[in-house]
C-alpha cells in the first residue's frame, strides 16, 4: 500500500497532482499586448504547470522615421522548462513566401501551416502562429516578423491551441506596429 501511494505521489497521479499556476495579466509580457486578451490565450495554450513567469526582452526600439530596428522577446516558463516563445524584428523580404519558410523552419513542417487573415501574410499551426506586418510605407519597404512559438503543448484541442497561438500574434502585431512608430496600415484585425 505504502508503494502504491508513494508512486501514485511520484507520478502526480491524482490526488497528488500539482494546482495549476495562475496565468495573471498582470505578468503577461507586456509585448504580448492587451494584457486581459494575451492571459486568457495563454491560459489555452499552455500546458498545466504549477507557476508560470515571464521574461520580456525589448533589445532594439525603433526611436524615429531613419531608425530601421526593433526586436522584442517574451519567453514563458514554467515547471523548469520553456514553454513559449514570442518574438517582433523589424525585417525586408523580396517575397511573403520567402519570410514563411524562415519563420516556419524550426517550428512546424511547412504542410501542418495553414494561412489566416493578418497583414501582407499570416500562417498558423498548433506550434506556431506568424504575422508578416507592413511597418514602412517608403522604400526600402520593411515588415515586422511576427513569431508566436509554442515549446511544450498542453492539453487543448488542435484548432483551441491554433485560435490561441493566432490571438497571441495578432495582440503582439498590433503593441509592436503601434511601438514601432510604423506608418504602414497594420491590416490586424480580430
Same mark, same amino acid.
Given at each position: 500500500?505504502? =508503494?502504491?501511494? *508513494? %508512486?501514485? #505521489?511520484?507520478?502526480?497521479?491524482?490526488? $497528488?497532482?500539482?494546482? +495549476?499556476?495562475?496565468?495573471?495579466?498582470?505578468?503577461?509580457?507586456?509585448? %504580448?499586448?492587451?494584457?486581459?486578451?494575451?492571459?486568457?490565450? =495563454?491560459r489555452?495554450?499552455?500546458?498545466?504547470e504549477?507557476? #508560470?513567469?515571464?521574461?520580456?526582452?525589448?533589445?532594439?526600439?525603433? /526611436?524615429?522615421?531613419?531608425?530601421?530596428? #526593433?526586436?522584442?522577446?517574451? $519567453?514563458?516558463?514554467?515547471?523548469?522548462?520553456? %514553454? %513559449?516563445?514570442?518574438?517582433t524584428?523589424?525585417?525586408? #523580404?523580396?517575397?511573403?513566401?520567402?519570410?514563411?519558410?524562415?519563420?516556419?523552419?524550426?517550428?512546424?513542417?511547412p504542410?501542418?501551416?495553414?494561412?489566416?487573415?493578418? *497583414?501582407?501574410k499570416?500562417?498558423?499551426?498548433?506550434?506556431?502562429?506568424?504575422?508578416?506586418?507592413?511597418?514602412?510605407?517608403? +522604400?526600402?519597404?520593411?515588415?515586422l516578423?511576427?513569431?508566436?512559438? =509554442? +515549446?511544450?503543448?498542453?492539453?487543448?484541442?488542435?484548432?483551441?491551441?491554433?485560435?490561441? =497561438? /493566432?490571438?497571441?500574434?495578432?495582440?503582439?502585431?498590433?503593441?509592436?506596429?503601434?511601438?514601432?512608430?510604423?506608418?504602414?496600415?497594420?491590416?490586424?484585425?480580430?
Amino acid at each position: 500500500m505504502g =508503494l502504491g501511494l *508513494g %508512486l501514485a #505521489y511520484a507520478c502526480g497521479a491524482p490526488p $497528488f497532482e500539482e494546482e +495549476r499556476g495562475e496565468v495573471k495579466a498582470s505578468a503577461v509580457c507586456k509585448t %504580448l499586448g492587451a494584457s486581459s486578451g494575451a492571459a486568457d490565450a =495563454l491560459r489555452k495554450v499552455l500546458p498545466d504547470e504549477s507557476s #508560470y513567469s515571464f521574461d520580456d526582452q525589448v533589445m532594439h526600439r525603433r /526611436i524615429d522615421d531613419t531608425d530601421r530596428t #526593433y526586436e522584442t522577446s517574451c $519567453f514563458v516558463n514554467g515547471g523548469g522548462k520553456m %514553454l %513559449l516563445v514570442a518574438t517582433t524584428e523589424m525585417v525586408g #523580404y523580396d517575397k511573403a513566401e520567402e519570410w514563411v519558410e524562415d519563420v516556419v523552419a524550426n517550428a512546424s513542417a511547412p504542410s501542418d501551416v495553414t494561412s489566416f487573415q493578418a *497583414g501582407d501574410k499570416a500562417v498558423a499551426s498548433e506550434r506556431i502562429a506568424a504575422i508578416y506586418v507592413p511597418c514602412r510605407d517608403e +522604400r526600402p519597404r520593411e515588415h515586422l516578423s511576427v513569431v508566436v512559438e =509554442l +515549446r511544450q503543448r498542453g492539453g487543448a484541442a488542435v484548432a483551441e491551441v491554433r485560435e490561441g =497561438l /493566432i490571438t497571441l500574434a495578432r495582440n503582439a502585431a498590433r503593441f509592436a506596429h503601434q511601438q514601432a512608430k510604423c506608418d504602414a496600415p497594420a491590416e490586424v484585425t480580430g
